[in-house]
DNA sequence: ATCTCAACCGATATATAGATCGGGAAGAGA
DNA sequence: TCTCTTCCCGATCTATATATCGGTTGAGAT
């Protein structure tokens, strides 16, 4: 858990929109046709008018962080809140 | 329901494993990375040393038989029996 | 003013599932 | 033997999701 990268992960409102999206899956995401027990994938994340290299860009910024978790099957990957690292950031936060 | 077309389809023993393996996909694609309430995806027949072109030419006979339904998911083409078109062509097969 | 860095985009690259094509082999029947 | 059909394969094509690259822009710091 490296706070710096956490941190520059978190400073953009679209990184933290995809963390808050993430919490409601069924609620964001309902049209996606792979049941929603496999994760949220990529181009779910295409809104806001972002180009698909950004949103990549954006989602690989999580992932390095640590802040979602990834599975890939075949050409989609699936993204999901890695609750255990935001949980230790959280109190790790708490000590500011 | 064309009974030659269904009767041509049904006339190759792969082609028959893969309606009886569709009886049980729990059982026999236990590994499939999609749910199973998909369908069995189409790679998951390649099975007995045939080739993916074969493969892919036997799920396209069964499906214009329509004893197999088909959804694409993206890169995916899942398969389901059709219970429907078995039942009704049983129905008939049974005044032979 | 200049430097830096993050963000953005379009274009291109990568990877993979499945479809299709061309050709060869085997079997049935005339 | 000739023909027709079915099967099989490797090779190639198509389609699509995501990643990466090159270049531009704008904000903030010095």
């Known amino acids: ?41 990529a181009s779910q994340f295409e809104r806001r008018g972002l180009a698909q290299s950004s949103v990549s860009a954006h989602l690989a910024t999580l992932a390095s962080a640590d802040l979602v978790n990834t599975r890939r099957v075949g050409q989609w990957v699936f993204y999901k809140r890695n609750e255990e690292t935001i949980a230790a950031f959280q109190v790790a936060l708490s000590d500011l």
Chains 1, 2 share one sequence.
């Open 1 to 41: 858990m490296d706070h710096d990268i956490i941190l520059k992960a978190l400073a953009h409102p679209f990184r933290r929109d995809v963390l808050a999206w993430l919490k409601e899956p069924e609620r964001h995401f309902a049209e996606q046709a792979h049941p929603l027990e496999m994760g949220v994938c």
